[in-house]
């Protein structure tokens, strides 16, 4: 069974682990997984409104309430 196995994988032999285009097509999978991770992350958190957190535009010079010492 020894004489089967390849010193770096089993699938290929190491002459194409080694080579520049299985490098390359390595990358492309590790940055392909980082970003699918990064996205279902974004994805499962709740989503944030940047108007929630900056100020408001306009503010109203009378209030709207019946109550004339109500909010405005």
Same mark, same amino acid.
């Given at each position: 069974? $020894?004489? &089967? &196995?390849?010193? &770096? +994988?089993i699938l290929f032999p190491e002459s194409l682990v080694r080579s520049h285009a299985f490098a390359i /097509? #390595? #990358?492309?999978? #590790?940055i392909n997984t980082v970003v699918y991770v990064a996205l279902s992350i974004a994805? %499962? /958190?709740?989503?944030?409104? /940047? $108007? *929630?957190? &900056?100020?408001?535009?306009? %503010?109203r010079s009378e209030t709207r309430s019946i109550h004339? *010492? +109500?909010p405005r």
């Amino acid at each position: 069974m $020894s004489a &089967l &196995l390849v010193p &770096l +994988g089993i699938l290929f032999p190491e002459s194409l682990v080694r080579s520049h285009a299985f490098a390359i /097509l #390595a #990358a492309f999978v #590790a940055i392909n997984t980082v970003v699918y991770v990064a996205l279902s992350i974004a994805k %499962a /958190l709740p989503k944030i409104y /940047l $108007s *929630d957190h &900056l100020p408001r535009r306009y %503010a109203r010079s009378e209030t709207r309430s019946i109550h004339p *010492d +109500g909010p405005r």
